[in-house]
Protein backbone atom coordinates (compact mmCIF):
# COMPACT_ATOMS: atom_id res chain seq x y z
CA UNK A 1 0.00 0.00 0.00
CA UNK A 2 2.79 2.39 0.92
CA UNK A 3 4.91 1.96 -2.23
CA UNK A 4 1.53 2.16 -4.56
CA UNK A 5 0.44 5.57 -2.65
CA UNK A 6 4.18 7.26 -3.61
CA UNK A 7 3.00 6.58 -7.05
CA UNK A 8 0.19 8.15 -7.19
CA UNK A 9 1.39 11.39 -5.24
CA UNK A 10 4.53 11.56 -7.23
CA UNK A 11 2.61 11.31 -10.08
CA UNK A 12 0.26 14.32 -9.16
CA UNK A 13 3.10 16.43 -7.56
CA UNK A 14 2.30 16.45 -4.21
CA UNK A 15 5.39 17.13 -1.57
CA UNK A 16 5.64 14.10 0.96
CA UNK A 17 7.93 12.68 2.98
CA UNK A 18 8.40 8.92 3.02
CA UNK A 19 10.08 6.50 5.91
CA UNK A 20 10.80 3.00 5.32
CA UNK A 21 12.25 0.37 7.97
CA UNK A 22 14.78 -1.73 7.02
CA UNK A 23 13.30 -4.46 5.59
CA UNK A 24 10.56 -2.29 3.09
CA UNK A 25 7.95 -4.33 5.55
CA UNK A 26 6.64 -0.50 7.08
CA UNK A 27 6.31 1.83 4.60
CA UNK A 28 5.20 5.78 6.77
CA UNK A 29 4.40 8.21 4.01
CA UNK A 30 3.39 11.82 4.96
CA UNK A 31 2.19 14.99 3.28
CA UNK A 32 4.96 17.59 3.97
CA UNK A 33 2.00 19.67 5.07
CA UNK A 34 1.43 17.41 7.88
CA UNK A 35 4.39 16.54 9.61
CA UNK A 36 4.32 19.29 12.44
CA UNK A 37 0.91 17.70 13.77
CA UNK A 38 2.44 14.29 13.37
CA UNK A 39 5.21 15.96 15.86
CA UNK A 40 7.97 15.17 12.78
CA UNK A 41 10.93 16.97 11.48
CA UNK A 42 13.38 16.35 9.15
CA UNK A 43 16.09 18.31 7.64
CA UNK A 44 18.46 17.49 4.35
CA UNK A 45 21.30 19.96 3.70
CA UNK A 46 24.72 19.04 2.14
CA UNK A 47 25.72 22.36 2.58
CA UNK A 48 25.17 22.93 6.76
CA UNK A 49 26.98 25.30 8.81
CA UNK A 50 28.86 22.92 11.32
CA UNK A 51 27.47 23.83 15.18
CA UNK A 52 30.48 23.04 18.01
CA UNK A 53 28.72 21.47 21.11
CA UNK A 54 29.82 19.57 23.85
CA UNK A 55 27.50 17.01 24.55
CA UNK A 56 28.58 13.10 23.98
CA UNK A 57 26.93 9.90 24.62
CA UNK A 58 27.90 7.07 27.28
CA UNK A 59 28.57 3.98 25.84
CA UNK A 60 27.74 0.57 27.41
CA UNK A 61 28.35 -1.95 24.73
CA UNK A 62 27.93 -5.43 23.90
CA UNK A 63 30.50 -7.99 24.89
CA UNK A 64 33.86 -7.81 22.56
CA UNK A 65 33.34 -11.67 23.87
CA UNK A 66 29.78 -11.85 22.51
CA UNK A 67 30.37 -9.47 19.44
CA UNK A 68 32.99 -11.98 18.30
CA UNK A 69 30.69 -15.36 18.85
CA UNK A 70 28.58 -13.28 16.05
CA UNK A 71 31.91 -12.10 13.70
CA UNK A 72 32.91 -15.96 13.67
CA UNK A 73 29.52 -16.97 12.92
CA UNK A 74 29.42 -14.85 9.90
CA UNK A 75 33.11 -15.48 8.90
CA UNK A 76 32.06 -18.93 8.54
CA UNK A 77 28.87 -18.32 6.37
CA UNK A 78 31.32 -16.35 3.92
CA UNK A 79 33.78 -19.50 4.20
CA UNK A 80 30.47 -21.43 3.28
CA UNK A 81 29.76 -19.21 -0.08
CA UNK A 82 26.62 -18.12 1.58
CA UNK A 83 27.18 -14.42 1.33
CA UNK A 84 30.78 -12.56 1.17
CA UNK A 85 29.94 -9.34 2.44
CA UNK A 86 27.65 -8.99 5.58
CA UNK A 87 27.22 -5.48 7.51
CA UNK A 88 26.99 -6.58 10.69
CA UNK A 89 25.19 -4.41 13.17
CA UNK A 90 24.45 -4.34 17.01
CA UNK A 91 22.62 -2.38 19.85
CA UNK A 92 24.62 -0.50 21.91
CA UNK A 93 22.59 1.02 25.48
CA UNK A 94 23.76 4.65 25.78
CA UNK A 95 22.87 7.58 27.90
CA UNK A 96 22.63 10.85 27.75
CA UNK A 97 20.40 14.00 29.36
CA UNK A 98 19.23 14.85 25.95
CA UNK A 99 15.44 14.52 24.60
CA UNK A 100 15.31 13.32 20.75
CA UNK A 101 14.18 16.51 19.90
CA UNK A 102 17.57 17.80 21.54
CA UNK A 103 19.44 15.55 19.66
CA UNK A 104 17.95 16.42 16.64
CA UNK A 105 18.58 20.08 16.66
CA UNK A 106 22.51 19.36 17.87
CA UNK A 107 23.22 16.99 15.62
CA UNK A 108 25.07 17.71 12.72
CA UNK A 109 24.09 15.99 9.52
CA UNK A 110 23.61 15.86 5.71
CA UNK A 111 20.53 14.17 6.36
CA UNK A 112 18.45 14.43 10.24
CA UNK A 113 15.02 12.79 10.76
CA UNK A 114 13.07 12.98 14.43
CA UNK A 115 10.08 10.50 14.42
CA UNK A 116 7.87 11.70 16.72
CA UNK A 117 9.35 10.61 20.29
CA UNK A 118 10.54 6.75 19.11
CA UNK A 119 14.10 7.47 17.42
CA UNK A 120 16.40 10.22 15.50
CA UNK A 121 18.84 9.22 13.15
CA UNK A 122 21.58 12.32 11.66
CA UNK A 123 22.96 10.16 8.97
CA UNK A 124 25.93 11.12 6.09
CA UNK A 125 24.77 8.64 4.06
CA UNK A 126 22.96 8.97 0.52
CA UNK A 127 20.18 6.58 -0.40
CA UNK A 128 19.13 7.47 -3.65
CA UNK A 129 19.21 10.95 -5.41
CA UNK A 130 16.31 11.47 -8.20
CA UNK A 131 17.09 14.93 -10.26
CA UNK A 132 16.07 15.85 -14.01
CA UNK A 133 15.55 12.12 -14.78
CA UNK A 134 18.72 11.09 -13.53
CA UNK A 135 19.21 8.65 -10.93
CA UNK A 136 22.46 8.94 -8.57
CA UNK A 137 23.76 6.90 -5.89
CA UNK A 138 26.85 7.25 -3.16
CA UNK A 139 27.67 4.05 -1.60
CA UNK A 140 29.81 4.89 1.46
CA UNK A 141 32.31 2.24 2.78
CA UNK A 142 35.67 2.17 4.51
CA UNK A 143 36.09 4.21 7.75
CA UNK A 144 39.14 6.04 9.43
CA UNK A 145 39.60 8.19 12.25
CA UNK A 146 41.37 11.40 10.28
CA UNK A 147 44.17 11.57 13.10
CA UNK A 148 46.06 8.73 12.02
CA UNK A 149 48.78 9.21 10.37
CA UNK A 150 48.58 9.25 6.75
CA UNK A 151 45.34 8.23 7.24
CA UNK A 152 43.99 9.29 3.40
CA UNK A 153 46.92 7.01 2.05
CA UNK A 154 46.21 4.28 4.43
CA UNK A 155 42.49 3.95 4.02
CA UNK A 156 42.85 4.35 0.10
CA UNK A 157 45.25 1.04 0.18
CA UNK A 158 43.93 -0.94 2.53
CA UNK A 159 42.98 -3.85 0.47
CA UNK A 160 40.29 -5.49 2.66
CA UNK A 161 38.38 -2.07 2.68
CA UNK A 162 38.94 -1.63 -1.40
CA UNK A 163 37.62 -5.41 -1.72
CA UNK A 164 34.68 -3.99 0.43
CA UNK A 165 34.26 -1.17 -1.39
CA UNK A 166 33.97 -2.87 -4.36
CA UNK A 167 31.47 -5.73 -3.29
CA UNK A 168 29.05 -2.68 -2.59
CA UNK A 169 29.55 -0.69 -5.76
CA UNK A 170 29.18 -3.92 -8.00
CA UNK A 171 26.45 -4.49 -5.66
CA UNK A 172 24.52 -1.10 -6.18
CA UNK A 173 25.09 -1.13 -9.90
CA UNK A 174 23.51 -3.93 -10.40
CA UNK A 175 20.76 -2.69 -7.97
CA UNK A 176 20.36 0.92 -10.01
CA UNK A 177 20.32 -1.24 -13.56
CA UNK A 178 17.21 -2.76 -12.34
CA UNK A 179 15.55 0.80 -12.52
CA UNK A 180 17.55 2.44 -14.75
CA UNK A 181 19.70 2.67 -18.21
CA UNK A 182 23.64 3.72 -19.15
CA UNK A 183 23.92 2.99 -15.66
CA UNK A 184 27.98 3.69 -14.61
CA UNK A 185 30.64 4.75 -11.94
CA UNK A 186 31.06 8.40 -12.51
CA UNK A 187 33.37 8.36 -9.54
CA UNK A 188 35.30 6.14 -7.71
CA UNK A 189 36.29 5.93 -4.10
CA UNK A 190 36.65 9.20 -2.84
CA UNK A 191 37.39 10.76 0.75
CA UNK A 192 34.93 12.66 2.90
CA UNK A 193 35.37 14.48 6.20
CA UNK A 194 33.03 13.61 8.66
CA UNK A 195 32.44 15.19 11.87
CA UNK A 196 32.28 12.26 14.44
CA UNK A 197 31.68 14.42 17.45
CA UNK A 198 35.02 13.89 19.56
CA UNK A 199 36.95 12.93 16.47
CA UNK A 200 37.27 13.74 13.02
CA UNK A 201 36.48 10.52 10.57
CA UNK A 202 37.71 9.85 6.92
CA UNK A 203 34.64 7.70 4.81
CA UNK A 204 35.49 6.20 1.75
CA UNK A 205 32.26 6.90 -1.38
CA UNK A 206 31.66 6.32 -4.68
CA UNK A 207 29.24 7.74 -7.19
CA UNK A 208 26.74 6.00 -9.38
CA UNK A 209 24.00 7.29 -11.88
CA UNK A 210 21.41 5.78 -14.67
CA UNK A 211 18.98 7.54 -16.64
CA UNK A 212 15.12 6.98 -15.97
CA UNK A 213 12.27 7.01 -17.82
CA UNK A 214 11.36 10.54 -17.74
CA UNK A 215 7.89 9.15 -16.18
CA UNK A 216 9.67 8.24 -13.30
CA UNK A 217 7.48 9.73 -11.22
CA UNK A 218 4.61 8.17 -11.44
CA UNK A 219 6.83 4.29 -10.60
CA UNK A 220 8.57 6.35 -7.98
CA UNK A 221 7.05 3.63 -5.34
CA UNK A 222 8.15 0.94 -7.63
CA UNK A 223 11.99 1.84 -7.82
CA UNK A 224 12.37 2.06 -4.04
CA UNK A 225 10.41 -1.35 -3.76
CA UNK A 226 13.24 -2.71 -6.32
CA UNK A 227 16.31 -1.27 -4.45
CA UNK A 228 14.95 -1.46 -1.06
CA UNK A 229 16.48 -2.61 1.58
CA UNK A 230 19.75 -0.63 0.99
CA UNK A 231 22.43 -2.78 -0.40
CA UNK A 232 25.25 -0.46 1.76
CA UNK A 233 24.13 -1.68 5.14
CA UNK A 234 23.47 -5.19 4.36
CA UNK A 235 25.24 -6.96 2.17
CA UNK A 236 25.42 -8.91 -1.12
CA UNK A 237 24.34 -11.45 -2.49
CA UNK A 238 21.61 -9.10 -0.56
CA UNK A 239 18.81 -11.91 -0.61
CA UNK A 240 20.71 -14.60 1.17
CA UNK A 241 22.92 -12.25 3.12
CA UNK A 242 19.46 -10.96 4.74
CA UNK A 243 18.59 -14.51 6.15
CA UNK A 244 21.84 -14.76 7.73
CA UNK A 245 21.49 -10.95 9.48
CA UNK A 246 17.89 -12.02 10.66
CA UNK A 247 19.90 -14.97 12.18
CA UNK A 248 22.69 -13.62 13.15
CA UNK A 249 22.31 -10.07 14.93
CA UNK A 250 19.91 -11.46 17.35
CA UNK A 251 17.78 -8.22 17.57
CA UNK A 252 15.30 -6.58 15.15
CA UNK A 253 16.89 -3.28 13.51
CA UNK A 254 13.11 -2.28 12.63
CA UNK A 255 13.52 1.31 11.43
CA UNK A 256 17.45 1.55 11.53
CA UNK A 257 19.45 1.31 8.57
CA UNK A 258 16.21 1.98 6.35
CA UNK A 259 15.93 4.99 4.36
CA UNK A 260 13.82 8.63 4.30
CA UNK A 261 13.42 10.59 1.42
CA UNK A 262 11.83 13.77 0.45
CA UNK A 263 9.32 14.00 -2.64
CA UNK A 264 9.47 17.79 -3.01
CA UNK A 265 6.78 17.95 -6.20
CA UNK A 266 9.46 17.48 -8.57
CA UNK A 267 12.85 15.76 -7.29
CA UNK A 268 13.51 13.37 -4.64
CA UNK A 269 16.34 13.10 -2.19
CA UNK A 270 16.88 10.44 0.26
CA UNK A 271 19.44 8.81 2.72
CA UNK A 272 20.18 5.72 4.41
CA UNK A 273 19.21 5.76 8.08
CA UNK A 274 22.70 5.06 10.10
CA UNK A 275 23.71 6.96 12.98
CA UNK A 276 20.64 6.36 14.69
CA UNK A 277 19.26 6.47 17.92
CA UNK A 278 16.64 4.57 19.58
CA UNK A 279 14.04 5.27 22.39
CA UNK A 280 12.66 1.97 24.38
CA UNK A 281 11.04 1.15 27.70
CA UNK A 282 14.20 0.27 28.67
CA UNK A 283 16.01 3.45 27.68
CA UNK A 284 18.23 4.97 24.84
CA UNK A 285 19.78 2.44 21.90
CA UNK A 286 21.88 3.34 19.36
CA UNK A 287 22.39 1.18 16.35
CA UNK A 288 26.17 0.81 14.32
CA UNK A 289 28.00 -1.76 12.62
CA UNK A 290 30.33 -2.05 9.46
CA UNK A 291 30.70 -4.87 6.26
CA UNK A 292 32.32 -7.83 6.93
CA UNK A 293 34.16 -9.42 4.62
CA UNK A 294 36.78 -12.47 4.63
CA UNK A 295 39.63 -10.37 5.37
CA UNK A 296 38.16 -8.68 8.46
CA UNK A 297 39.45 -8.57 11.88
CA UNK A 298 36.97 -8.69 14.53
CA UNK A 299 39.29 -6.22 17.11
CA UNK A 300 39.03 -3.38 14.31
CA UNK A 301 35.45 -4.36 13.47
CA UNK A 302 34.21 -4.07 17.44
CA UNK A 303 36.13 -0.64 17.08
CA UNK A 304 34.48 0.34 13.71
CA UNK A 305 30.98 -0.12 15.65
CA UNK A 306 32.12 1.60 18.62
CA UNK A 307 33.51 4.55 16.79
CA UNK A 308 30.42 5.28 14.91
CA UNK A 309 28.60 6.08 18.43
CA UNK A 310 28.70 9.65 18.49
CA UNK A 311 26.63 12.74 18.56
CA UNK A 312 28.05 14.71 15.57
Known amino acids: MGFKKINALAKEGVPFLVISDFLAQ ?64 QPTHIETELSLHEIFDLANAHYKLRYKDEFVCFSPEKFIQIQENRIHTFPMKGTIDASVVN ?51 LQVSSHIVGDLDKEWRSSLGDILATLLPAGSISGAPKKSTLGIINEVENYE ?60
Do not use: C, W
Open 26 to 89: DIKVFLLSDLQKEDIEYSIDENYTYKKHTHFLKKNPTSFSLYKERFDTVIQKIEAGETYLLNLT
Open 151 to 201: AKEQILANEKEMAEHVMVVDLLRNDLSMVAKSVKVEKFRYIQKIDAGEKEL
Open 253 to 312: RKFFSGIFGIFDGHNFDSGVMIRFIEKTSQGYFYKSGGGITLESDAVMEYKELLDKIYLP
